[in-house]
T-cell receptor, first 113, second 113 residues
Framework: DTEVTQTPKHLVMGMTNKKSLKCEQH?????MYWYKQKAKKPPELMFV???????INESVPSRFSPECPNSSLLNLHLHALQPEDSALYLC????????????FGPGTRLTVT | SQQGEEDPQALSIQEGENATMNCSYK?????LQWYRQNSGRGLVHLIL?????REKHSGRLRVTLDTSKKSSSLLITASRAADTASYFC?????????????FGKGTKLSVIP
């Protein structure tokens, strides 16, 4: 199984809402990632988890809170977002290390109203 | 931050023609990867080339790497309409520490049937 799944596919939320994005993989990968992608732009790294520990936080605002409950799951908790946070949020996983490709999920299209 | 710069930003060709995309980067790398993204969906890994490799093939894809010029190219031969997508190069830095991907701005390829 080489699939990364993400739920939900689409999410519309108000600025006062709290919601969560979920990501799951069953490839035994020990590195998992969150990216943010705006229209016509490349993905921008937000967080990296390695062996269930947060190893990189690319200066992401605290209204985004990642969580890695186990080696297969990755969550992104959202609170008090701004309209400019509307984007495609991509989850990816890979073997831990330098020379491995990343497997991406289909993304969650988030709209903040 | 973005490392790679793809050239051209957009490319339109007829089905059956070859498509060449170029990528330049700024810092020393461990490897360079190419990804494809169909409109609004997740990225798909195409090929990984290590810093000590100069050329790599995978099916209709040919990737070259010139570390002295800090550049790479992706050639898609005998293009098909299904190749229509955005193509991103992504680099993994060399040296100790993190191994996150940094994406270039991408080339949008349109293959006309």
């Amino acid at each position: 199984d080489t699939e990364v799944t993400q739920t939900p596919k689409h999410l519309v939320m108000g600025m006062t809402n709290k919601k969560s994005l979920k990501c799951e993989q069953h490839m035994g990968h020990r590195a998992m990632y969150w990216y943010k992608q705006k229209a016509k732009k490349p993905p921008e790294l937000m967080f990296v988890y390695s062996y269930e520990k947060l190893s990189i936080n690319e200066s992401v605002p605290s209204r985004f809170s990642p969580e890695c409950p186990n080696s297969s799951l990755l969550n992104l908790h959202l609170h008090a977002l701004q309209p400019e946070d509307s984007a495609l949020y991509l989850c990816a996983s890979s073997q831990a290390g330098r020379s491995y490709e990343q497997y991406f999920g289909p993304g969650t299209r988030l709209t903040v109203t | 931050s973005q490392q790679g710069e793809e050239d051209p930003q957009a490319l339109s060709i007829q089905e059956g023609e070859n498509a060449t995309m170029n990528c330049s980067y700024k810092t020393s790398i461990n490897n360079l990867q190419w990804y494809r993204q169909n409109s609004g969906r997740g990225l798909v890994h195409l090929i990984l080339i290590r810093s000590n490799e100069r050329e790599k093939h995978s099916g209709r894809l040919r990737v070259t790497l010139d570390t002295s010029k800090k550049s790479s190219s992706l050639l898609i031969t005998a293009s098909r309409a299904a190749d229509t997508a955005s193509y991103f190069c992504a680099t993994v830095p060399s040296g100790a520490g993190s191994y996150q991907l940094t994406f270039g701005k991408g080339t949008k390829l349109s293959v006309i049937p």
